[in-house]
């Protein structure tokens, strides 16, 4: 799928758009003739991402910044659509994670993760909103399975997860008459990313993970990047506040990480 045709090239704002499944996201739309911004919080990771995305041929900006700070979600997408026009598409990806029994969380390490998963989406949306291109625009949040699937070691990333998708739901009926689409993309085990890495540290782990995917794989930052293509494209002009899981059927099958049996409780801190 490609922007190459499109009279305007679609301008469009990956935040957490500097590793893993995000970068991936933000290399294909560069690869597709999309004008790319990428955010996160560590600014060589940013000054890397933006030197990929150009190798690509792509025009890129690239901006340091915290989910957790309204203001400065808020002004870099200013920067970023005075610099270029109104706003085509929004990825928030950004998210927090670590492995942890509920009765070892600490207060500040549950609230951490919902501050960047939960309340760092609601700032990315509300921050691009004066900026996004009406009617026409189209923002996709990535969640995760925590979201519907209760997981041992993970209540924080559940309880913020559950909240992006019912965000997406809710902000897709109020800002639908403007021409907004929102969705919710739910990828499954992803090769290589630092999720995976945390949930199913071992080679033995990984494979009890490939076991219960039908598909008999994991999933690549591709898989997920195609589907955003997809959701920004006009083929998906009448699809809003979908949450589409993109896992291989994984929680089809009624998945479940077994973290008991792979991570040890005590080797995790918030």
């Given amino acids: 799928m490609s922007f190459a045709d499109d009279s305007l090239r679609r301008r469009v704002f990956v935040f957490g758009g500097t590793s893993g499944i995000n970068l991936g996201i933000a290399k294909s739309f560069a690869a597709s003739g999309a004008i790319v911004a990428v955010a996160s919080r560590n600014p060589s990771k940013v000054d890397a991402a933006v030197g990929a995305l150009n190798e690509l041929g792509a025009e890129a900006l690239g901006f340091a910044l915290d989910v957790r700070e309204p203001e400065a979600v808020a002004d870099a997408a200013a920067s970023f659509a005075d610099r270029f026009g109104a706003i085509d598409v929004v990825v928030s990806g950004a998210a927090g994670n670590f492995p942890i029994a509920a009765s070892k969380l600490s207060p500040n390490g549950f609230k951490s993760v919902v501050d960047i998963d939960l309340i760092g989406t609601f700032h990315v949306m509300r921050g691009a909103y004066p900026h996004l291109k009406r009617p026409g625009a189209c923002i996709i949040n990535i969640s995760a399975p925590?979201?519907?699937?209760?997981?041992?070691?993970?209540?924080?990333?559940?309880?913020?997860?559950?909240?992006?998708?019912?965000?997406?739901?809710?902000?897709?009926?109020?800002?639908?008459?403007?021409?907004?689409?929102?969705?919710?993309?739910?990828?499954?085990?992803?090769?290589?990313?630092?999720?995976?890495?945390?949930?199913?540290?071992?080679?033995?782990?990984?494979?009890?993970?490939?076991?219960?995917?039908?598909?008999?794989?994991?999933?690549?930052?591709?898989?997920?990047?195609?589907?955003?293509?997809?959701?920004?494209?006009d083929a998906a002009r009448f699809v809003s506040g979908a949450v589409i899981p993109v896992d291989g059927g994984w929680s089809a099958a009624g998945a479940r990480q077994r973290s008991e049996k792979r991570i040890d409780p005590d080797a995790a801190t918030p």
């Fill in 146 to 233: 925590q979201a519907f699937i209760p997981m041992e070691l993970q209540v924080h990333v559940c309880a913020a997860k559950a909240g992006v998708d019912m965000i997406t739901r809710t902000l897709a009926m109020e800002w639908g008459p403007e021409g907004i689409r929102v969705n919710s993309i739910i990828p499954g085990p992803i090769a290589g990313t630092e999720g995976m890495a945390r949930l199913a540290p071992t080679a033995e782990a990984a494979s009890e993970v490939i076991d219960c995917v039908p598909l008999r794989r994991m999933g690549t930052p591709e898989d997920i990047a195609d589907v955003c293509l997809f959701l920004a494209s």
